[in-house]
Each structure stands twice: as C-alpha cells, then as structure tokens.
C-alpha cells in the first residue's frame, strides 16, 4: 500500500519560512521523481518543485530562489524548505512520487499553507 503522508503546513506571516515533510512508504524510493505541487483555491494544481532519483531539482518560476526541496534516501521522506513566504503561496501543497520508467504517480492528501499577517 502506498502513502505519502504529508505534515508541517500552518499559519505563518509575510516573510516567515516553513518546512513541509512527506513520509513515503509502499514503494522503492530511489525509482521515484518526488515532488511537491500545490492548488489555491480556484485554481488549477501546479508544480512548486520535484528532485528526480538522480538529483536534478526543477522549480517553479515564481518559488525559484525561496523554496528547496530535499529528499532523504534513507528514510524515505522528501522536505520542501520555504523562506520569504508572501501571500500568493497560501494553497494546499501536495507530496508526489512519479515513478521514472512508467505512468504511476501517487499523491499525499495535503497540508495547507496559510501566509497572512
């Protein structure tokens, strides 16, 4: 059974930092591209950051140089590192494991993130 258990979302003000945890468990983690999407209310979900197996990391333009994503082999668990937070990345974040030589994808259930003063 795969699970990807996110944690870590809240309440934070404009320039605050936050870190998001996913625990994946019920597949080869090192198979996987891991990534982190999120959706705001009356949008469409969109990517925020993924590291594939090899370590390549893409991002999404307007998080470039605020977020880093990680991930931890060892323990299967993948971070997202949030600094200089703005109102504009308030959205639900969502963890993900693409596996890289098929069409599986699976998905956490979601931590919100709230920026407001």
């Known amino acids: 059974q795969v699970q990807l258990v996110e944690s870590g979302g809240g309440l934070v003000q404009p320039g605050g930092s936050l870190t998001l945890s996913c625990k994946v468990s019920?597949?080869?983690?090192?198979?996987?591209?891991m990534g982190w999407y999120r959706r705001a209310p009356g949008t469409e979900r969109e990517l925020v950051a993924r590291k594939n197996s090899a370590g390549t990391t893409d991002y999404a333009d307007n998080v470039k140089g605020r977020f880093t994503i990680s991930r931890d082999g060892a323990n299967n668990m993948v971070y997202l590192h949030m600094n200089g937070l703005k109102p504009e990345d308030t959205a639900a974040y969502y963890c993900?494991?693409?596996?890289?030589?098929?069409?599986?994808?699976?998905w956490g259930q979601g931590t919100q993130v709230t920026v407001s003063s």
């Open positions: 993900s494991a693409e596996h890289e030589w098929s069409t599986d994808k699976y």
């Open positions: 019920g597949i080869i983690f090192s198979m996987h591209t």
